[in-house]
């Protein structure tokens, strides 16, 4: 069916390593991405976003890549900080009659002091 | 102002009880959304209003009632809900349906007895 999944549902880091957290997607008609990341007790925050006729898009210490030949999406986080510990979703939105923004399940990340 | 601001934060009720929480944001967005969240899940749509009409009603049982009295304000009403109905509710706006970034509150957790 057509769905936003991770890789993997839970990630340990070591503070100030890199983080990569991975995204797959099955629907080729996606062509909008947001990565959110969800604290304890808290609502989703919006992180970074990319549309699909970009590759790469960088922020605050975070990239996001886009792979649309094997339509995998995934976030990077540079030097990763303990206040980085939160699940982070990928949520795709596509440009159709039938589109809404679909949450993939989730990555729990944990940061090693 | 960026923020959707929900209320209450914690509500328990019974299965007998009817009980509303309430959304509110200020940043001029036309679109508004509920969402449920159960544990260690990603948020799942509920409603969708946009310009205060209903667009979206994810097949959800009438005993969650949706209202958007302005275009600031969204209500989810609740009557007779069930145990298994107990979870964190998410409010979230955009500036128009499905375009772009989604604001999301802090959530109501709800507490089913």
Redesign the interface.
Known sequence: GESVGLHLPTLSVQEGDNSIINCAYSNSASDYF?W?KQES??????II?IRSNMDKRQGQRVTVLLNKTVKHLSLQIAATQPGDSA?Y?CAE?RSSND???S????T?VTVRA | DTE?T?TPKHLVMGMTNKKSLKCEQHMGHRAMYWYKQKA????E?MF?YSYEKLS?NESVPSRFSPECPNSSLLNLHLHALQPEDSALY?C?SSQEI?A????????SRLTVL
Do not use: C, S
């Open positions: 947001i959110y007790g808290k609502g989703p925050q919006f976003d699940v979703f939105n589109y809404k923004l949450f993939g399940a989730g729990t | 959707v929900q260690k899940k990603p948020p749509l969708v979206i998410l979230a499905w772009g970034e989604l604001f999301f509150g802090e959530g």
